[in-house]
């Protein structure tokens, strides 16, 4: 009954700004890193950031400078500030997050199903 939810995708001009949203939700008994993925059509998937429950976080190369990620613990949730968008940040972004499952206890990668950004003029 675990759910990741990604919004705040859309369509953006060159330059602009976005901040994508994912918040995990159900019988969560703790959260761990959080992060974020994108796939570009053909292409493979590459981590974009992530952010550890200790709030250290790492970034692609070809987002550093640009891009943010943030938690909010308490809302189990993990956000992408993303600004001065460039054409080949289009992609779908997925939202990922290691959660541990009351019911088990078990600690699993979660995913959401993807939001699409796309940055075009």
């Known amino acids: 009954q675990v759910q990741v939810v990604e919004s705040g995708g859309g369509l953006v001009q060159p330059g602009g700004s976005l901040k994508l949203s994912c918040a995990a939700s159900g019988s969560i008994f703790s959260v761990y890193t959080m992060g974020w993925y994108r796939q570009a059509p053909e292409k493979q998937r590459e981590l974009v950031a992530f952010?550890?429950?200790?709030?250290?976080?790492n970034y692609a190369d070809s987002v550093k400078g640009r891009f943010t990620i943030s938690r909010d613990n308490a809302k189990n949730t993990v956000y992408l500030q993303m600004n001065s968008l460039k054409p080949e940040d289009t992609a779908v972004y997925y939202c990922?997050?290691?959660?541990?499952?009351?019911?088990?206890?078990?600690?699993?990668?979660?995913w959401g199903q993807g939001t699409q950004v796309t940055v075009s003029s």
């Open positions: 952010i550890t429950s200790g709030d250290s976080t």
């Open positions: 990922q997050a290691d959660l541990q499952i009351k019911s088990t206890m078990a600690i699993r990668r979660y």
